[in-house]
């Protein structure tokens, strides 16, 4: 590892000078005058992205805390295009609620700027302390719309939820010093290693405690509580970008503590996480059937995803590392499509939130209930898109494990998850709607947004060689 | 030099020619659109006519292979193939589509851009099912055919369109997901041999899978085929889907659809664990049998056409299956053919109940009686197609049912004798059906001035009868490139000495 000065944490400056300049910008801004502050954001993205590109291959760290290696390079890329993303799609869901714009974008951007703290920092402490950038920024963000009820709610639960897994994250890490004497992960694994063959109690303990920090902020079974009631609260482009960058930081971070330095401990946790990944995809879908409002049903379906995610991390061999990333990538791309197009369907009067509220979408702007379609079939995980491979990828890692079960669970979810993805499908297509015309104009920006998620998807899907070869070439470096 | 990857093309027209039709401007210049999506078929049908022209009848291999690197990482490559089993599919594929085009021109209305473009879209996806020779290629195509034929029967349905639409996909999904951990586990051993990982087919033919391994993938296999085919008791998908899909979803799906069940059979399932086949042979072949008998019985005491050629679909595959099971030269050679013959007579009876239901929107057959004086022509062609599809010497059906029962025969008299009486029944039901509707005084005044065929109806209607003909008369043209075809698979069946699988797996 080279000790590279400042350079490792280059793209997370990138992202917070833009949020410091929007900040700026809303303080200047005169009553009334449109800013577009936005772009801001966007400038700070590219130079994020081309930092990411610069640092790629060379191993930086600063501080010794903070490494760029491939493998959280490569998350900072998923998160950049998270970020960018969500940006574009803000627009319809800022002026119809009418949230404060110059917050709304440095808040997003503060909150990616953590993400990519989390997903780099090679330290306990760091770790949550990235966390908790990331987490405040996103509780604030659930809560932006404060004239609503429900969106309060949404983020005080989330609060007090996050701020209670923040406390068994850091017992963890207390715990974890405890025994090893250390919070940076290189040490905790070499002292691990050096004594794995009879782990005491209370490393069992400090393993489990971060087992549960970590759970919460991915948003698995038993932990998932908060994840409806927010994603539902949250404005819907928030929601676009917390199920997915959120999930990108947190589950970065997850592998590299498991994954890395509790790598000797695997016996122990592992089947505890198989019970979890099981869990999250059962219950993800099988409560999604259920649902009648789109967004908790996406929220369930990315409670769900969450589960496919750990049966990756399960699996622990270099397939399943590299299945991680890639499957961060395309979820981030397919997930934010679709909230995508719910947010810009909603309307001032009406939320159009259910799922019959999407009758005849076929008819009155046949292009958005195409696009949504992409995004469904390939969250249900059908072939060619993007979504069927990294589905396929984490099957085929737990396969080679030696995880037959947790994969006939994954398979037979995804069974299940079509039924809900198809019942949009269904109101888009085949019911006619009883009131046409209700859907807003779509801006151009958000448009474009989802016309380029919908590429990425198609292109994941039928190119993913190139992607694929990338996010295993991100994992050599750390495992 | 390289040679035109045909294969490739046949599978890419019809895609191309559904983006084509995207940029037609006028969205209901309807004739226009149906003229392009017909032409593009035609072609994609001259395309597979000089395949089936170009191929040489001689050779057990593969033909026209064309391998690109995919995810080279673990050996899945873009590799597509013909050999005498998949061959006629294709063709047939090319044939029936746009037959089914056609059959859409008075009925379909509504949306019919996005109509012609799933039905070019399915085709590109079957014709890919049947091509792929490898695992993850063929897993593709066979998941991604599920979406357009979801549509068209969501969306160009009867009445209960959306229960049947969800119900296909749904089912289908449901095996053939085990199939694809079926298809990890079996890569993922391949893994270990000395040419590293892979998913091509030729290469995992060769592959020695543990007889226990074998017996789950080969359930994996089959469960996925069963479904597909479908065979009792998986069946239920099908008299759904059959009655709810427009017309030229029926068509296509009787055509086509259900012949990617048995064919996975015999390419994947048998060859790839020829234990676990040999074990389960026995077994596939009672739910033959009973779906034959059931079927059969089934269908006759149905009030509506649709749904009993339906029923009857369930029965004449079960004969498709019974073949596959004995595992010996008539046996699969008649599979084969059987798969062809009902793919037409089926597809020519769901285009006449489609005619009729245009004419009196209604199937039932209650609601006929005595056509056979109002519209002479189009009885007459119906008369052909039953007897074709009660398989009658001298026409198609009959050539299938015959090598089948002759091959089952030789390796179970009893199975043979049970689906020997499927032959009586379907005479039974289909004879019965068509006296009901043509025969006898026209009862229902309604019936009195239903116009005969038009023009268009004769062009999808000469083509299957000449075809039932040609397919009765001269079986040797079709089953020459087959035979070969057949021996290797069956070479790589009885590989390994059945009566030590036995021990092995008890």
């Not at chain 2, 469960?223 to 597909?228: D, H, N």
Request: proline share 5%.
């Amino acid at each position: 590892m080279n000790p590279g000065g400042l350079s490792a944490i280059v793209p997370m400056a990138c992202v917070t000078a833009a949020a410091l300049a929007a900040m700026t910008a809303e303080a200047f801004r005169s009553r009334g005058e449109r800013m577009p502050i936005g772009p801001l954001g966007l400038i700070g993205f590219i130079g994020a992205a081309l930092s990411v590109a610069l640092l790629w291959n060379r191993n930086q760290a600063s501080f010794g805390m903070v490494v760029a290696d491939n493998f959280g390079l490569f998350t900072t890329g998923v998160l950049v295009v998270v970020g960018v993303l969500s940006l574009a799609i803000s627009e319809p869901t800022l002026d119809r609620e009418r949230l404060p714009r110059g917050e709304y974008y440095a808040l997003m951007l503060f909150a990616t700027a953590g993400m990519m703290l989390m997903a780099t920092a090679s330290d306990l402490l760091l770790i949550f302390l990235a966390l908790e950038i990331l987490s405040l920024a996103v509780y604030v963000l659930t809560g932006l719309r404060r004239d609503s009820p429900s969106s309060a709610e949404a983020a005080f639960k989330y609060f007090l939820l996050g701020a209670f897994s923040s406390a068994f994250f850091l017992y963890g890490i207390a715990f974890t010093y405890g025994v090893t004497g250390s919070t940076r992960l290189a040490d905790i694994g070499t002292v691990i290693a050096a004594r794995a063959m009879s782990p005491t109690l209370l490393q069992l303990a400090s393993v489990g405690l971060l087992l549960v920090g970590f759970a919460f902020k991915v948003s698995a079974v038993p932990f998932h509580m908060w994840t409806p009631d927010a994603y539902e609260g949250a404005p819907t482009s928030v929601t676009a970008f917390m199920s997915t960058g959120v999930k990108a930081a947190a589950f970065a971070a997850f592998a590299r503590v498991f994954l890395a330095a509790f790598e000797p401990l695997r016996d122990e946790w592992s089947m505890l996480v198989w019970g979890i990944a099981a869990a999250t995809m059962i219950m993800g879908t099988v409560v999604g059937v259920a649902q009648t409002s789109v967004k908790r049903m996406l929220a369930y379906s990315s409670i769900a995803h969450g589960g496919y995610l750990l049966v990756a991390i399960v699996s622990a061999n270099d397939i399943g590392k590299s299945a991680v990333l890639f499957y961060l990538l395309t979820y981030a791309v397919t997930n934010i499509g679709a909230f995508g197009v719910v947010a810009v369907l909603e309307d001032a009067e009406r939320p159009n939130d259910r799922i019959t509220d999407y009758a005849g979408l076929w008819a009155t702007h046949p292009g958005l209930a195409v696009l949504m379609t992409i995004f469904l079939l390939s969250l249900g995980g059908f072939p060619p898109f993007g979504g069927f491979i990294a589905k396929w990828y984490v099957f085929n890692a737990a396969v080679n494990a030696g995880y037959n079960w947790l994969a006939v669970i994954g398979v037979l979810t995804s069974v299940v998850s079509v039924f809900f993805y198809l019942r949009i499908v269904v109101m888009m297509y085949m019911t006619p709607s009883d009131n046409p015309a209700r859907f807003p104009a779509v801006p151009r920006m958000a448009a474009a947004a989802l016309i380029v998620s919908a590429i990425l998807v198609v292109y994941l899907g039928i190119l993913p060689t190139a992607i694929l070869n990338l996010a295993r070439a991100s994992i050599a470096t750390i495992f | 030099m390289m040679t035109f990857p045909i294969l490739s093309a046949i599978v890419a027209l019809p895609a191309l020619g559904a983006a084509l039709l995207l940029l037609i401007r006028d969205e209901h210049n309807e004739g226009l659109i149906r003229k392009t999506a017909l032409v593009v078929s035609v072609l994609v049908f001259a395309e597979t006519v000089l395949l089936a022209w170009q191929f040489n009848p001689a050779s057990a291999d593969f033909q026209f292979v064309e391998r690109h690197a995919w995810i080279p990482v673990f050996g899945i490559s873009y590799a597509v193939g013909v050999d005498g089993i998949s061959l006629w599919l294709v063709v047939l594929t090319g044939f029936l589509t746009p037959i089914a085009l056609l059959s859409a021109w008075e009925s379909i209305h509504r949306k019919t851009r996005a109509f012609c473009m799933m039905v070019l879209l399915l085709e590109s996806a079957m014709i890919g099912v049947f091509v792929s020779i490898d695992l993850f290629l063929f897993y593709v195509f066979w998941d991604a055919m599920l979406i357009p034929m979801y549509f068209l029967i969501g969306i160009w349905g009867y009445e209960r369109r959306i229960y049947a639409a969800v119900k296909f996909i749904l089912y289908t999904m449901a095996g053939s997901v085990l199939m694809l951990l079926a298809i990890l586990g079996v890569a993922y051993l391949s893994s270990t041999t000395p040419g590293g990982y892979t998913f091509d087919l030729l290469r995992l033919y060769e592959l020695s899978v543990p007889a226990n391994l074998q017996f789950w993938f080969f359930l994996a296999f089959a469960l996925a085929f069963a479904i597909k085919v479908p065979l009792f008791p998986f069946h239920t998908w099908l008299p759904d889907a059959h009655v709810e899909a427009p017309t030229a979803g029926s068509v296509i799906l009787a055509g086509v659809l259900l012949k990617m069940g048995t064919y996975g059979l015999v390419r994947f399932a048998f060859p790839l664990f020829p234990v676990a086949a040999a074990y389960f042979a026995p077994y596939l072949a009672a739910l033959a049998v009973i779906g034959i008998v059931y079927g059969a019985l089934v269908a006759m005491v149905q009030p509506d056409m649709k749904k009993l050629v339906a029923y009857s679909s369930v029965s004449h595959l079960g004969f498709v299956v019974l073949g596959i099971a004995a595992m010996n030269t008539q046996g699969v050679q008649g599979a084969v053919y059987q798969m062809l013959n009902h793919g037409v007579s089926t597809g020519g009876l769901f285009l006449i109940v489609g005619m009729l239901s245009d004419r009196r929107h209604t199937r039932l057959i209650a609601e006929y009686g005595g056509l056979k004086k109002v519209m002479p022509r189009l009885v007459a062609a119906f008369f052909i197609v039953t007897l074709s599809s009660i398989g009658l010497p001298g026409l198609n059906g009959f050539v299938g049912e015959f090598l089948i029962l002759l091959g089952a025969f030789a390796w179970n008299p009893r199975f043979a004798a049970i689906a020997a009486t499927g032959v009586v029944l379907s005479a039974t039901y289909m004879l019965w059906m068509f006296q009901r509707v043509n025969y006898g005084p026209v009862t229902n005044d309604q019936n009195a001035s239903l116009p005969d065929l038009r023009p268009r109806e004769w062009l999808q209607l000469v083509p299957i009868i000449v075809m039932a003909v040609l397919m009765g008369v001269l079986p040797n043209v079709f089953l020459r490139p087959i035979a070969p075809a057949v021996e290797r698979m069956l070479d790589l069946v009885h590989s390994e000495a059945p009566s030590q699988i036995r021990a092995e797996l008890r």
